[in-house]
């Protein structure tokens, strides 16, 4: 690979970057980024300020017409943003094009969280007490009780977690405490009572692998739908559906917005609004079974009946 301005500038972003940011987000920012540098390198471009807005949204159609999602395109926006910002920091760029380029727009799919009940009942199936097991069962509360993104819970080290709150570091590096509730404290303590047959000497992962070290993303995404398989759910489950799960629970039945939005670690409020939509369903549908007024009557009038 040649070492050009272009280079040595995405490499300096990304080690500014990993000194406050997760590892999972360095890591896709460096392949978004990756993606971009070869895109201008096709061009003979081979420094980042010759990026402007044009370029950008050339890059953008080029990535849609290679069929990426709207969801991927909007994070390789936010990657060239966060590029463009560095070098206006670092005084290579007058502005950043990016904040010139919207965000593609989002499909407006709502999340499908799991019933409370079948939820309930994927989570008391009896085990087999094996330290795998324990493991999974202690992943699945901790995800459901605090709302905790994958990277989230697969980041955490032994001593971020409290007697009765854990700390996480959040999308841009951000760190936040939530509360961990008594069902997952069970579970996480009855895990640390056999984490010493599976944890490598000096690991200090909260949640390991069998060969003793932090166990990945994919395998927790894994090992969580082999559970809920095993357990009788018909569905997919996956970490990101318990997130979505504890959230419209916890907004059911507190109407709390802020606090939700703080206890899933976001930064804006609107990205916790699409809850209130969730809410605004369950609400319309208890109303119009409830409400007297609110349905057609089976028994259609005949018109003498005025």
Known sequence: MADTPLRRQLDACLDALARSASPATVAAYRHDLEALAAFL??????????????????FLGAERSRGLAPRSLAR??????????????QGQLAHNPARLVPTP?????????????????????????????????AML?????SGLRLAELAGLDLGDLDNRRVRVLGKGGKP??????????????????SRPALAAPGET????????????????????GEVARRRGLPEHLHPHRL?????????????????????????NLSTTQVYTQLDWQH???????AHPRARRRQDSSTPGDA
Not at 76 to 89: E, F, I, P, Q, S
Not at 205 to 224: D, S, T, Y
């Open 176 to 193: 936040r405490q939530v509360p961990v509730g008594h069902r997952a404290r069970q579970a996480l303590d009855a895990w640390l009572a």
């Open 76 to 89: 390789r926006r936010a990657a060239v943003a966060h590029l463009g910002d560095h070098l206006v920091t």
């Open 243 to 267: 997130r979505h799960s504890f959230a419209s629970h916890l907004l059911e039945s507190s109407q709390d917005l802020r606090a939700v939005q703080e206890l899933l670690g976001h930064a």
């Open 41 to 58: 390198e096709a061009l003979d471009v081979t420094d980042a300020t010759a990026l402007d807005a044009t370029l950008l949204r050339r």
């Open 283 to 289: 609400l319309a549908a208890s109303y119009d079974a």
């Open 141 to 145: 509360e901790l995800f459901y009780s």
């Open 105 to 137: 727009r989002q499909p407006s799919h709502l999340p499908k969280p799991l019933d409370v009940d079948q939820l309930a009942r994927l989570l008391d199936t009896p085990h087999d007490d094996t330290p795998l097991a324990l493991r999974d069962q």
């Open 205 to 224: 992962a909260l949640f390991v692998g069998q060969r003793g070290g932090r166990l990945g993303h994919r395998a927790i995404q894994k090992r969580l």
